[in-house]
């Protein structure tokens, strides 16, 4: 047995309240701390440790201190517990925006025609097509983003919701 191994059944032993003592231990146990000096050392200062843990007493916690660790502790373990309703909440979100997308479209459209409408005497056919061509672009572009943020808007809110005490 190397000394770091008798040292951690040393201190597993010493340190667990109601542990057999000495007498009890294995034969090669004994005679290894009797021949080494660094593990006989090590239980000296591991009874010195339980002899000043014995006599100094624990302090006591005021009630104010032991309501608010519980309090942050109850919003840990709600942040950290995994949740089913984070896809019913991510679905409902999904389809409030997707009530709301035949509108957007249909607005996108209007106005796209409108300004073809407008600006067909003024420009020519390719300067127009390259308008529409941007705005439609530019208008996927912004629709995905909002979708692709509703999941960390969800997310947020949820955080938000389980953190207020």
């Not at 409030?96 to 106005?111: D, H, R, S, Y």
């Not at 067909?120 to 629709?143: D, Q």
């Amino acid at each position: 047995m190397s000394c770091e191994a008798v040292q951690e059944e040393l201190t597993e032993r010493l340190l667990t309240p109601g542990a057999p003592g000495p007498e009890h231990w294995d034969p090669a146990l004994r005679t290894h701390v009797q021949a080494c000096t660094a593990c006989a050392g090590h239980v000296q200062f591991l009874r010195a440790l339980t002899t000043s843990l014995a006599s100094a007493g624990a302090a006591a916690l005021a009630p104010a201190h032991i309501a608010q660790s519980r309090a942050r502790a109850v919003r840990a373990l709600r942040a950290h517990r995994p949740s089913r309703a984070f896809g019913r909440e991510l679905v409902g979100a999904v389809v409030v925006l997707a009530l709301g997308l035949p509108l957007a479209v249909a607005q996108a459209w209007l106005i796209a025609q409108g300004a073809a409408a407008l600006l067909e005497p003024l420009l020519p056919e390719a300067v127009l097509i390259a308008l529409g061509v941007f705005y439609a672009g530019t208008f996927l572009l912004m629709v995905g983003t909002l979708y692709a943020f509703v999941p960390l808007w969800v997310a947020a809110v949820r955080r938000a919701r389980m953190e207020v005490p």
